[in-house]
């Protein structure tokens, strides 16, 4: 477990109800995350925005591609 500097925790800590009060009240904003539709919600500042969970996907399907190699 990674754990966060104390400042740096603090700031995110202070940040979150300002992020929470910037939230629509209405209509879905946060898409669930399927299989066919690997989306997140990204958090920066006025710009919530889905985007695509793209992260490292060549990465992960090299490791998926060879289970015996990568014990799984």
Request: aromatic share 6%.
């Amino acid at each position: 477990m990674t754990t966060l500097e104390p400042r740096v925790r603090s700031d995110l800590l202070n940040s979150l109800p300002s992020l929470i009060a910037k939230l629509p009240s209405v209509g879905p904003l946060w898409e669930p995350y399927t299989t066919n539709e690997e989306v997140l919600l990204q958090l920066n500042g006025d710009n919530l925005t889905m985007i695509p969970d793209d992260f490292r996907v060549q990465q992960i399907a090299l490791a998926n591609e060879s289970p015996l190699v990568f014990h799984h």
